[in-house]
């Protein structure tokens, strides 16, 4: 190869200096640049190419030759080097042209790493070439990403336990804190992080904190110390504090690493039950989380001192591999806890929780929830290391044992239920003893022993939802919430967000987090009456969230899993719906598990005196107590109640207040609809007035009672009168109707 000098300037200026100069001396400054540039080469201990500016290559070192096994001068670089039908994309030859120097990173084909520099090189006619040196660093690239991933493994054990854990920069302001120290403030990790104390906690508490603090970054020692706290609860709680100080070469405190265990329900034991002082220790030192580490390729497992204490055991007791731990699971947990992790390694996705039981050293057995989650992958994406925890859950598997018998005696008084309702005049508060209404009956009791969907249908006001109340009521969910939801009066631009709710910031005005109803039912029942309004869009995302897959806030990526509830209501024929397509087939068939139709008011009329009497004496008093004649009584008896119980209570409610009874005359039943006028409307009436008067009195009752009797569905009144809605609209308005 020729030597070529270099110049670190741009071909204008080179052209410049080559005119401003003797050619002798410019010569000789190239010879000697040209010398220098072969010194690098033969110092270099990478590969080293020559290129001109039209890609053929001038120049390769030894050490490159060696590499592709041949000399590839004077053809193209990118065809014979890097095996390219184009110029590489990382050959920047009009930065080059500029006179810069490049310098970057590239990944090959092969997964391998290079550092690349070109720079050009200029010639005495004006021309130049590329010289380019190149570093394998693929060594580097790995080391960087095996401690990326080390680092990933350290949050993670670090977020998987209960230890709150948490590092000081100086004796005021955090640096990172752990998931655990996070919740325990309820403030989330971003929001702590840098920030100092007096941010975050009380003015005191801060105080009493930095002072502590002070102490370690001063006597640079290891400190433990007990420090009160108000959590995000507001809660005081007790924490017992290691800090331990991070020394750097100088012996000066880098920073300080900090553990808290909450030990305010441990010290309120030791007052009562005067524990032991290792007991007391233990309370203070141990995690409330065993961790395990599994790698699969040795079968070596390593446990930490935790779950040797969770089963009565001293570390040394017990090896540490994989073969211990199968040994103490009970036989009749044994295969489907293996079955479940080998089934997880094999699926590669995701993590697992299994629940099993674990033998003690006392020969009892305690119920244990591991979970796990793969660390560590081989090239071909094979698990070779997991990690996780194991957590105590023998207290909550007792409190199901006792829910499992709270059931049975659920049943039992189910049983008892319904031998008392037999002949009763009510079930509850809902109020009837027709057959039709003891058949509601039965299937009530039915329903309160499942923890099946309920679908209620019946007209406008025969009392779905005190049904659904009452199933609620009866059913082992009656301790918590029963929420309502009016599926036709949300917005169809607020369902989602009143459904699911929304996160802080998710739209304009969202200044907060808001629950939504499944959030509020969560634990409990939600009764979505007029069921069939719903949009088929929103039909979706709750069948997605009943049965299992969750939903997400408005605003959030976070996926909540409800355990809820559905109990539906409706009027309308949804069979009906599913064949107009306004209800989805597959949410229809997964609320429609249990039907209970509840009976119109003319369809058990006998029931409408004792309904009287009830709301008669639920409007009265002591001192008034109201009757109504036996004619009266009977005429309503004749009538066929279109608004149902609801109609009959505002009748009542009218009487009670009014001394007067409005309700449609039974004897105009065979006219014809449009033609029906209120009683009330024609005694009142009877009055010396002008026909306009007369008419707008008459066309003001008619179009208010009509309003009542049809649960205010203006389209509905519209249809009956033979105007459009707009024209209802403006009549109400004239005649003062809101």
Request: charged share 30%; with cysteine.
């Amino acid at each position: 190869m020729t030597q070529k000098p270099t110049y670190e300037k741009s071909e204008q200026q080179c052209n410049k200096s080559i005119k401003e100069y003797p050619k002798k001396d410019a010569e000789a400054t190239l010879r000697n640049k040209g010398l220098q540039l072969d010194a690098i080469v033969k110092a270099f201990d990478g590969l080293i190419y020559l290129c001109s500016q039209d890609y053929s290559i001038e120049y390769m070192n030894k050490k490159y030759i060696k590499r592709i096994g041949y000399d590839a001068t004077g053809q193209i670089c990118y065809k014979a080097l890097h095996n390219r039908d184009s110029i590489c994309p990382w050959c920047l030859i009009n930065c080059i042209l500029n006179g810069e120097t490049v310098r970057c990173e590239v990944l090959t084909p092969k997964d391998n790493w290079y550092y690349v520099v070109s720079t050009p090189i200029y010639h005495p006619d004006g021309s130049f070439s590329k010289l380019a040196m190149i570093i394998d660093i693929s060594g580097r690239k790995q080391a960087e990403q095996s401690i990326e991933q080390k680092v990933e493994e350290q949050k993670l054990l670090l977020d998987n336990i209960q230890t709150q854990i948490w590092y000081l920069t100086d004796a005021k302001t955090y640096g990172a804190v752990n998931r655990a120290h996070a919740e325990f403030l309820n403030v989330r990790k971003k929001d702590i992080e840098h920030k100092t104390l007096n941010d975050i906690l009380g003015k005191e508490e801060a105080e009493a904190f930095i002072a502590h603090n002070m102490e370690v970054f001063n006597q640079k020692i290891k400190v433990q110390t007990e420090e009160w706290v108000v959590n995000g609860r507001g809660e005081k709680r007790l924490l017992s504090i290691v800090k331990t100080p991070k020394l750097d070469d100088k012996g000066n405190v880098e920073y300080v690493v900090c553990s808290g265990e909450d030990i305010t329900d441990y010290r309120k034991a030791e007052e009562s039950l005067r524990q032991s002082k290792k007991r007391l220790d233990f309370a203070m030192e141990a995690t409330s989380d065993a961790l395990w580490d599994w790698d699969l390729i040795s079968n070596k497992t390593y446990f930490n001192p935790c779950f040797y204490t969770m089963i009565g055991y001293e570390p040394y007791e017990l090896p540490q591999n994989f073969e211990t731990w199968i040994t103490l699971i009970h036989p009749e947990d044994k295969e489907n806890t293996i079955n479940k992790i080998q089934e997880y390694v094999q699926k590669k996705i995701g993590s697992f929780k299994v629940e099993y039981r674990l033998k003690t050293k006392k020969r009892g057995w305690r119920w244990i929830m591991a979970r796990g989650k793969v660390v560590e992958r081989d090239k071909s994406g094979t698990p070779v290391r997991m990690v996780g925890t194991h957590v105590d859950i023998t207290e909550r598997k007792l409190n199901e044992e006792a829910l499992r018998i709270s059931e049975a005696n659920l049943r039992e008084e189910n049983i008892r239920l319904r031998a008392s309702f037999k002949g009763s005049n009510q079930f509850g508060n809902i109020i009837g003893k027709s057959n039709a209404m003891h058949e509601v009956y039965e299937i009530i009791l039915k329903a309160a022993l499942s923890n099946a969907n309920v679908i209620i249908y019946g007209e406008s006001g025969t009392g779905k939802e005190l049904v659904a109340q009452t199933i609620h009521d009866l059913s082992n969910r009656g301790s918590r919430n029963f929420v309502t939801v009016n599926c036709g009066a949300i917005p169809d631009n607020l369902i989602e967000s009143e459904f699911f709710g929304y996160k802080k910031g998710a739209f304009t005005g969202a200044d907060f987090d808001k629950p939504g109803f499944l959030d509020i039912a969560d634990g409990g029942t939600l009764f979505m009456d007029e069921v069939g309004e719903l949009d088929p869009n929103i039909q979706v995302k709750l069948l997605r969230a009943i049965e299992g897959g969750g939903y997400t806030p408005v605003g959030s990526r976070e996926i909540k899993k409800p355990d809820i509830r559905i109990i539906a209501a409706t009027n309308r024929d949804l069979k009906e719906c599913v064949e107009k397509g306004t209800i989805r087939e597959d949410f229809f068939y997964r609320i429609h598990i249990l039907p209970v139709h509840v009976p119109p008011l003319r369809e058990r009329k006998e029931d409408i005196s004792l309904l009287v009497y009830h709301f008669l004496q639920e409007h009265g008093d002591d001192e008034n107590i109201h009757s109504i004649p036996e004619n009266i009584i009977k005429s309503m008896q004749a009538y066929d109640w279109p608004g149902n119980v609801r109609e009959l209570q505002n009748a009542l409610h009218r009487y009670i207040t009014l001394k007067e009874m409005e309700f449609m005359d039974t004897s105009q039943s065979k006219l014809d609809e449009s033609e029906i006028i209120p009683e009330s409307i024609i005694i009142q009436n009877n009055q010396d007035l002008k026909l306009h008067a007369v008419m707008e009195s008459v066309e003001k009752k008619y179009i208010k009672t009509l309003l009542e009797e049809q649960q205010w569905h203006k389209t509905k009144v519209a249809s009956i009168l033979g105007i459009n809605r707009k024209t209802l609209f403006r009549k109400m308005k004239s005649h003062g109707i809101s």
